[in-house]
């Protein structure tokens, strides 16, 4: 779907945003990510994987602003997902899909009390936070193209 439909259904909308709140969220989104490694340390992987699956929302969040755009109440992190994917190329297709799969497994936590989840799942979160908030902080400092 492209950014019209979406302002149209009012899943987006425009928004002009301050440098600092972009640096803030991305500042932010790497505080949950070492908060994250933190987290998994102490054994306890469901919310370690949750707060990294944190990190990448603000990071997407961060580049929703840079282009311009905010979600709309709603489906405020499908949103944030999609809006992501559209940003990038195919070639990032498959970490775009694991920020969608962490979305569903923090649902299933946070709304069904589905706790099991591996040391490795959740480090395996971790590196995909990491990619994703690199890859948008180079996105938003205009270092290379998406």
């Known amino acids: 779907m492209d950014l019209e439909s979406w302002l149209k259904q009012g899943t987006i909308k425009p928004f002009k945003s301050a440098k600092t709140q972009i640096d803030d969220l991305l500042t932010s989104a790497k505080s949950d990510l070492e908060a994250s490694k933190e987290i998994i ?17 603000k990071a997407g969040m961060a580049l929703m602003f840079y282009e311009g755009f905010r979600p709309e109440v709603g489906s405020h992190h499908v949103t944030i997902i999609k809006f992501t994917k559209r940003a990038f190329s195919s070639k990032h ?45 180079i996105a938003v400092t205009k270092k290379s193209n998406l």
């Open 41 to 57: 340390r102490l054994g306890r992987y469901s919310i370690g994987r949750d707060t990294a699956y944190e990190a990448m929302l």
């Open 93 to 137: 297709h498959e970490l775009v899909e694991a920020f969608d799969r962490l979305r569903r497994a923090r649902h299933s936590r946070l709304y069904k009390g589905k706790e099991a989840v591996t040391k490795t799942q959740a480090e395996s979160a971790i590196k995909y936070a990491q990619q994703l908030i690199r890859l948008i902080e």
